[in-house]
């Protein structure tokens, strides 16, 4: 079936009702005809009008033959169709179309969706199938569904709540990353529906008491929970996987002092960092860091690395007056909007790319909003290790990251 129409419900309820439509008027209309023709009729003979009824006995005819046509035709052409093609679209679908038949494709399409929910455990797949649900007329059969929904839910939340190991209160030299689950108790108190999210505090900055400046790192699309049907992702170790880890791990290596700042990296469940829910978790992130590290909220910086490059001018814009300085690194972002291109005249802001296809979407939204002298190239880089390359360059030699020394030296 090459339309695909048999498997597209709603374009059969409109099919439906044109169906409808044709049968009432293949119905009315004739009966309108000959009503007319029968009211002229005994009109004309009552008053005995010899020309009236000459006009009507010549128009009586035709008016007969198109009633019948009217009625017969539709019907006509419906039985040739599912005749000559009795495997069409048309004639297994259309032609034979209710309501019934309708809520059974319904119901075959929600038996599809929320069996692939059972099977993934994918978060997208569940709120599909149960979205669809609102077209399951049976109660019974919804009732069913809905059973089923719960309990892949329950399965969902329960992978939700995995941490994995390796990358968690692993000491790092400097630090360790602590990871929160999902609805973690540590941000309900900022906000209802927290994401998960993971910290790196440096550990003379627990014992120091130090007002120190935050980091907030957006991750790729890569590492978002659920995507397509990876349950890997649900983990603290999809969030600390190779950009955050190799960050860290290269700062080691390279014998960078501390990083003079926390770092907090939030765990995107719908991949989208400005939705609702991702804007409420990373203003709780740092609601957060102020009251339990004594952040100082007049130096945050706001770094996104590929997807999380896409989301930075995206949450930026939303709130301004939250940040101090931007990183985006290795982003595939569109041509600024008008709405970014005036936020992001005079923020201080920084951006890194490959030199792969991601750099010429990179160079093509510097450019949009006037600031590409702010854009690096790396030539002959990893796309993953673009932000630690970034953000451990140390071209004069004095221990301290460039990047850092510069995002950290910014404030609101």
Request: include cysteine.
């Amino acid at each position: 079936m090459v339309l695909g129409i048999c498997d597209t419900p709603k374009v059969l309820e409109v099919m439906n009702i044109v169906n409808i439509i044709i049968t009432i008027i293949r119905i009315v209309v004739p009966i309108v005809l000959l009503f007319s023709l029968t009211f002229k009729l005994v009109n004309a003979s009552t008053k005995n009008d010899e020309d009236a009824l000459a006009s009507i006995k010549k128009k009586a005819v035709p008016s007969i033959i198109a009633a019948a046509l009217i009625f017969i035709v539709p019907v006509l052409v419906n039985l040739i169709v599912s005749v000559s093609f009795p495997n069409s679209e048309y004639t297994k679908c259309i032609a034979n179309i209710s309501n019934n038949t309708i809520q059974d494709i319904y119901t075959d399409k929600e038996d599809k969706l929320v069996s692939k929910a059972e099977e993934t455990l994918n978060i997208n797949d569940y709120i599909n199938a149960k979205n669809y649900l609102t077209n399951i007329k049976d109660d019974s059969k919804r009732e069913s569904y809905e059973a089923r929904l719960e309990e892949v839910k329950k399965l969902i939340d329960e992978a939700r709540a995995v941490t994995a190991d390796g990358y968690v209160d692993k000491d790092y030299g400097t630090g360790k990353w602590v990871y929160h689950n999902l609805g973690s108790e540590e941000l309900k108190k900022y906000t209802s529906s927290p994401m998960a999210f993971a910290e790196y505090v440096p550990e003379y900055a627990v014992s120091s008491g130090d007002s120190l400046p935050l980091i907030i790192f957006l991750h790729g699309l890569g590492h978002t929970m659920y995507q397509n049907d990876n349950v890997t992702c649900l983990s603290s170790s999809c969030l600390l996987n190779s950009i955050h880890v190799k960050t860290i791990e290269r700062w080691g290596e390279t014998g960078l002092k501390n990083i003079p700042a926390i770092m907090m990296a939030p765990h995107l469940e719908y991949q989208d960092w400005s939705n609702s829910i991702s804007m409420a978790t990373i203003k709780a992130i740092i609601e957060y860091s102020r009251d339990k590290y004594n952040v100082d909220t007049n130096k945050v910086v706001l770094m996104g690395h590929s997807h999380g490059s896409y989301g930075v001018p995206k949450v930026y814009t939303k709130a301004p007056d939250l940040f101090s300085a931007l990183i985006m690194t290795s982003g595939s972002n569109p041509e600024a909007t008008k709405e970014q291109k005036a936020a992001l005249q005079t923020v201080p802001l920084k951006g890194f790319s490959e030199d792969n296809g991601n750099h010429r979407r990179m160079i093509g939204f510097f450019e949009s909003i006037g600031r590409i002298d702010d854009l690096t190239i790396y030539k002959g880089e990893r796309h993953d290790g673009t932000p630690a390359r970034a953000l451990t360059t140390d071209e004069d030699g004095d221990g301290i990251s460039d990047l850092i020394y510069w995002a950290l030296s910014q404030s609101k």
